[in-house]
């Protein structure tokens, strides 16, 4: 007989974990603030958070004694007849998942074996490597140029030598700088029968004639994740959606977690659904905001705002005002939590999310505070 814990999987053992950020209080009680003192835009979440009319949704369910008794529809087929609603598909071409980020995690793990490929281009979003990690699947990265833009033939050249064992990871709009995936890579992709995981996550600040779901029908290899966190303000509940070619979406039906979209979860997200044009309406005002800040960041001396089309702006931070971590700590002394990153690409900037239209002047002032 052993004392020694079981252990894990040796490749698992060795990782580092994925780097989420830290809850608003903790970050407030190292501060020394209150949170509600505080500028939480370091995650991207909707600044004005739930609708009312989901809080009341909620409200209304959770009144129902038998709420929360019993499964929630492992077929989900209530969310997915609104989700087609919402995105004009049929709902044989929808699956929901807690988040994107499990939907990420359970396409690649159907897709591909361990020794398969993920082909993505940093800087990007950190969930990528962590999944490949955990999964034991190569990272072939293709790494941006200094000034973000997508290396275009190194990218065609990557996803046809990877082999059929590959898919290929791209977000638009890119997390972190903002900008969108051109239509032509996207289809240069496709044409040369790559399979292509396009995460949409910020697409509503986009646009959604941005969207890149018009291609689904014609390219059955294409496969579009999106979410509710960032538009619909629940994060907290854990609720995205892919779109993708139905028979695919029969195999992952198959072997998703029988229940794994909560019954909170859905019943916010139908009644997002059902108030999306009310939703919009913030979306357009976090729009408006956003240009707003990126023209006041503009004057500040020291900082170089990148254009962004999500609901977020990447910031260079000129040498002389300090490494992006240096002026990250300096503002989140004064209450302002923003993100910083380990990539090499990115250790002179900043990412900020976009704040509600009547924190602007606070985040700007403050800002200037600590240059």
Not at 29 to 57: F, Q, S, T, W
Not at 176 to 205: C, H, K, Q, W
Not at 342 to 355: E, K, W
Request: proline letters at 7%; glycine letters at 8%.
């Amino acid at each position: 007989m052993t004392s020694d814990p079981p252990r894990v999987r040796r490749h698992l053992a060795r990782l580092s974990g994925y780097a989420p950020v830290v809850p608003l209080a903790e970050r407030a009680r190292i501060a020394g603030l209150e949170p509600e003192d505080c500028l939480k835009l370091d995650a991207n979440e909707n600044p004005y958070g739930m609708h009312p009319r989901v809080r009341e949704a909620l409200a209304q369910a959770l009144s129902d004694p038998g709420f929360g008794s019993i499964y929630p529809d492992p077929n989900q087929a209530s969310l997915r007849q609104a989700l087609s609603r919402y995105t004009g598909l049929d709902p044989s071409m929808i699956l929901a998942g807690a988040g994107a980020d499990e939907l990420l995690d359970l396409a690649l793990r159907a897709l591909l074996p361990p020794g398969g490929a993920v082909v993505t281009c940093s800087p990007g979003f950190g969930m990528y490597p962590f999944l490949a990690d955990i999964n034991e699947l190569r990272l072939i990265d293709v790494p941006r140029d200094e000034r973000f833009m997508l290396r275009d033939d190194m990218l065609l050249r990557a996803a046809e030598t990877s082999g059929r064992d590959a898919v290929v990871v791209l977000t638009s709009p890119n997390n972190p700088s903002g900008d969108m995936i051109p239509r032509e890579l996207l289809l240069a992709l496709l044409n040369r029968g790559a399979t292509v995981m396009l995460d949409e996550a910020y697409i509503e600040f986009a646009g959604m004639d941005a969207s890149a779901k018009d291609l689904l029908t014609e390219f059955p290899r294409l496969i579009v994740m999106r979410t509710f966190s960032k538009w619909a303000g629940i994060a907290g509940l854990r609720l995205g959606y892919a779109l993708a070619n139905p028979n695919l979406v029969t195999d992952l039906i198959k072997v998703k977690q029988p229940y794994n979209v909560n019954q909170a979860a859905e019943i916010a997200g139908i009644a997002a659904i059902d108030n999306a044009a009310e939703i919009g309406a913030q979306i357009d005002t976090i729009r408006d905001t956003r240009d707003q800040l990126f023209e006041a960041l503009r004057n500040v001396e020291g900082l170089t705002p990148l254009p962004s089309r999500a609901n977020f702006i990447l910031i260079r931070v000129d040498p002389n005002v300090g490494t992006g971590r240096e002026l990250h700590d300096r503002l989140a002394a004064v209450g302002v939590f923003t993100r910083t990153y380990s990539d090499p690409l990115l250790t002179s900037y900043l990412r900020i999310s976009v704040p509600r239209a009547d924190q602007l002047d606070t985040l700007i002032q403050r800002i200037g505070a600590v240059l």
